[in-house]
């Protein structure tokens, strides 16, 4: 029987009434389904450089959804270095399909893809499910196929999470950061501590 739960909407009493989920539905548990695995990446690395291809086979993984900054380049790095170019031509080569997901501007994003040429998105809003939806349409690529590479928890690592990818967090390439960064560092140290 479906239980009607309350919701913010415009009928007399301020609320309307939505048909919930059945209670006897059986939770089906993915990867980063409770607050902790959400913040939990399924892999660690020091940089994306060492990232072992043979490792995203293994879980199926056909395409890659990948943050610029702090990630690929630090964030004062305009344009992709030969490790960039390097790592994007031994995924491509592995035919893994790549998409650039930035909460940067527009200009920055387009000014580092302007030589790759890779499907991008720029203010992605991460951890918001929608940049990470339209990234795995453009690549034409599903949950269990799509991995996402970044160095924040709390965007890159959530964001994947939430949709049930397969998350990948790497060490900041570089300590300078906005002073707002800096403090969600402090408070992604803590989590890392308790959930290494
Ligand atoms: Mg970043």
């Not at 239980?3 to 006897?24: D, H, N």
């Not at 690395?45 to 610029?68: F, Q, S």
Request: glycine share 6%; net charge positive; charged share 30%.
């Amino acid at each position: 029987m479906n239980r009607p739960y309350m919701v913010p909407g415009t009928c007399r009493e301020g609320f309307q009434t939505v048909p919930g989920i059945r209670s006897s539905v059986p939770k089906i548990y993915t990867r980063g389904t409770t607050m902790k695995n959400r913040l939990k990446p399924d892999l660690f690395l020091n940089t994306v450089y060492e990232l072992d291809t043979g490792v995203l086979k293994r879980e199926g993984i056909e395409a890659i959804i990948v943050d610029i900054d702090n990630t690929l380049v630090s964030w004062d790095t305009k344009l992709p270095d030969e490790k960039v170019t390097g790592l994007v031509c031994r995924l491509a080569s592995e035919d893994f399909k790549i998409c650039i997901l930035s909460n940067n501007t527009k200009k920055r994003v387009e000014e580092f893809n302007k030589d790759l040429k890779l499907p991008a998105i720029h203010k992605a809003v991460k951890p918001s499910k929608m940049a990470f939806k339209r990234a795995m349409k453009l690549m034409d690529s599903k949950v269990k196929n799509t991995a996402v590479i970044g160095d924040q928890l709390f965007t890159d690592v959530l964001g994947g999470n939430r949709l049930g990818l397969f998350t990948i967090l790497v060490s900041p390439i570089s300590s300078k950061e906005f002073i707002w960064t800096r403090l969600v560092r402090l408070l992604e140290r803590l989590i890392l501590k308790k959930i290494k």
